[in-house]
């Protein structure tokens, strides 16, 4: 079962089937999962609300592209950040720490037309950045309505792979669909928390994974912004000058890691404090690249552990009303078995949200 659109192509049990590697007495995650009732695009509505009256409370999306961030000057290779997310995942154990039956697998955005027609342009030479802008700003127009759909059916959308420009469309669609169900008052945007080295707070001269944060003011999509893990040296003075000027704001990485002006616990608690004062929902958002020496876009050799990721994502989303979870930036053929590491994160992370959630819920 999968029927693919323009803009989605929507999976079922047999999609994942070659993924998981059965073993006699267990039971993968695979094999737990719920699926949509149909595979056709054209009843996608429909079917989210059915699967969300049958118990769904979260649709997994992947989104395999790398253009975004081609389109800021940065390196390919993040489109293969969802295949590993997946190959891990469905082989983990399902068992009584993780409800599967919450857990809608909803598929892949299409995007096999766009990343084909930048290998059509690298093939000629090199490629106009304002062209690689264009297709970014159509992932935008294709992912944001689906995101729509979801968060109207009452789901939480968990969102896997392509670079930080995501956050736009995703926001986007999240705030249409909050303004359609009058949870949020017309007109007004919603807050967001970032775990991310840089602010995505660059200018509007097109769309790319630079600069999200910054459409999303200018379209009065945000109602608040907190970055934690900001690292000092990867930031524009300018930049963090129009951040301010928003009244945005952040915890350096070298505030809690090492100057000790505060702890991490500390800086997840500013965070929590801050999107609880502005109220309403908010969006969870960790960029890959925030994480020390992670197979990412920009792999560094200083930055969060993979514990604190998860710590980050576990603590905002207990403690604050998350209307979706977005993991960004991986890069799978960074480095030496970066494949499996990665998968793995990516694996932990989406567990870490589920699990909150449902102790938020309960």
Known sequence: ?????????????????????????????????????????????????????????????????????????????????????????VNLQSNQFVDCSRI???????????????????ATGRVPIHKLRELCAAIDMRLAPIIEQVVTAGLEPIIVGGGSNNSYPILKGTVAALHKGASILPEEGISVVNCDMHAGFRILEGRHAGNSFTYAHADDLLKGYFVVGLQEANNAREMLDRLSAADFKYVTYEQFALRSEL???DALKKAEEYVSAIGGPCGLVLDLSAIENMPAVSEMPTGISTEQANRYVYALARSCNTAYLYLSQGTPPIMAEGEQRL????????????????????
Do not use: C
């Open 1 to 89: 079962m999968m029927h693919t659109s323009t803009n989605l192509q929507v999976f079922g049990p047999e999609t994942l089937a070659h993924l998981i590697h059965l073993r006699e007495a267990e039971t993968k995650i695979g094999q737990d999962l719920i699926f949509l009732a149909s595979d056709h695009w054209t009843e996608l509505e429909a079917n989210l609300h059915l699967a969300a009256v049958d118990g769904a409370r979260y649709a997994i999306l992947g989104i395999p592209e790398d253009i975004g961030i081609r389109a800021n000057f940065g390196r390919g290779g993040i489109n293969g950040a969802w295949k590993e997310f997946l190959r891990s995942f």
């Open 343 to 362: 998968g793995k994160t990516l694996t932990t992370l989406v567990l870490s949200y589920v699990k909150a959630r449902e102790a938020y819920y309960s």
């Open 104 to 122: 809608l697998m909803l598929g892949e955005l299409t995007l096999g037309d766009l990343q084909n027609e930048l290998q059509s342009l690298q």
């Open 263 to 265: 702890s991490f616990a």
